[in-house]
């Protein structure tokens, strides 16, 4: 099957939190009309009246010319050519509660790192089930990039994923910029999971953190999450692929260091002694890594890999385990 992207295609962003708005702004960057998603009323009335996002990146200016933002999830698909999911993953169905215009004839571009909760399913994974599209109308935008960073035009590298190398190179076009160069790669699979296991990784060394463990074994908990990712993508889906590029390993990286990192964050905040629920209350935003832990750990019972950081995170989230046991008992197995 092939579905081919027109070269003038018009990009619509579903999400309206610091990643869709940095997506939006490098897209914006190249003087594109969008399309933009938007149910929070003051976002909304923010981005129409003021040309700004009031709740996220607030300091970033958008041409009102350009944005189209409206809270009509219909009109921004109906008007655009390529869907870009920028929502938590956890709430993502009902972003999409009251669409009914066709997905049929649209390409959907995931830059969502999560997994939708209950349903066991990465976004790829969903739009493929769902509304029956396949995967030559799915890829996703992913990478090392803190929003913060993308906003601000500070250098960031990107990676877009899909079957069809043509459409790649038109996807890539509309976010490459002088500060945002983009590379190509057809493992979705791959790189998906490796979004999706970076913030169980991070949060595994934001808990070392809030324990006191220094940097040396940090270094040494990041690399054997590495190792982890690496064996887990591999044996569950062999493919020809090196894990140690930027949207694999860096990916992990950038999220297990900076103090942007939303997942990471929750790893020090129950680190220092927080219950999991009031960890969960103090963050302002959603992290990825929480519903992914429980996520991996139900689809890891079918493919059995070895995966001792994972599973001490899932414990210490789900199972109200000690985090200093737990962590103690990790570092045997490293």
């Not at 066709?102 to 994974?125: M, N, Q, R, V």
């Not at 949207?247 to 297990?256: I, R, W």
């Not at 019972?301 to 109200?320: C, F, G």
């Amino acid at each position: 099957m092939e579905f081919k992207i027109n070269s003038s295609a018009v990009c619509g962003v579903i999400g309206y939190g610091s990643w869709a708005t940095a997506l939006v702004h490098t897209i914006h960057t190249n003087r594109q009309s969008i399309w933009w998603h938007v149910r929070n009323s003051e976002v909304l009335e923010s981005l129409q009246n003021e040309g700004r996002n009031a709740k996220y990146l607030n300091d970033i200016e958008f041409d009102t010319n350009l944005i189209n933002a409206t809270a009509d999830i219909n009109e921004v698909v109906a008007n655009s050519d390529i869907i870009i999911i920028a929502a938590p993953s956890a709430y993502l169905k009902s972003f999409l509660d009251g669409l009914t215009v066709s997905l049929e004839d649209k390409f959907i571009l995931s830059a969502t790192k999560g997994i939708i909760p209950d349903d066991y399913k990465t976004i790829t994974e969903y739009f493929r089930d769902t509304y029956g599209l396949s995967y030559c109308q799915l890829g996703l935008i992913s990478g090392p990039s803190h929003a913060e960073e993308v906003s601000r035009n500070k250098l960031s590298y990107l990676t877009v994923a899909c079957k069809d190398k043509e459409n790649a190179l038109i996807i890539g076009e509309k976010f490459a910029t002088p500060a945002v160069q983009i590379r190509y790669s057809d493992d979705i699979y791959g790189i998906e999971y490796a979004g999706i296991l970076k913030n169980i990784y991070a949060l595994a060394g934001g808990l070392a953190v809030g324990l006191g463990y220094g940097d040396n074994f940090r270094a040494v908990l990041t690399a054997a999450g590495a190792k982890e990712m690496t064996r887990f993508i591999n044996e569950s889906y062999p493919f020809e692929r090196n894990t140690m590029e930027s949207a694999y390993l860096g990916d992990l990286l950038v999220t297990s260091y900076p103090s942007f990192s939303r997942n990471r964050r929750l790893g020090q905040l129950i680190g220092h002694g927080c219950t999991v629920k009031s960890a969960l209350n103090e963050m302002t935003m959603i992290a990825e890594g929480y519903f992914a832990s429980e996520c991996i750990r139900h689809i890891n019972e079918k493919h059995n890999v070895y995966m001792p950081i994972a599973d001490m995170v899932y414990d210490v989230l789900y199972k109200r385990a000690n985090p200093r046991r737990k962590m103690k008992e990790l570092t045997s197995l490293l």
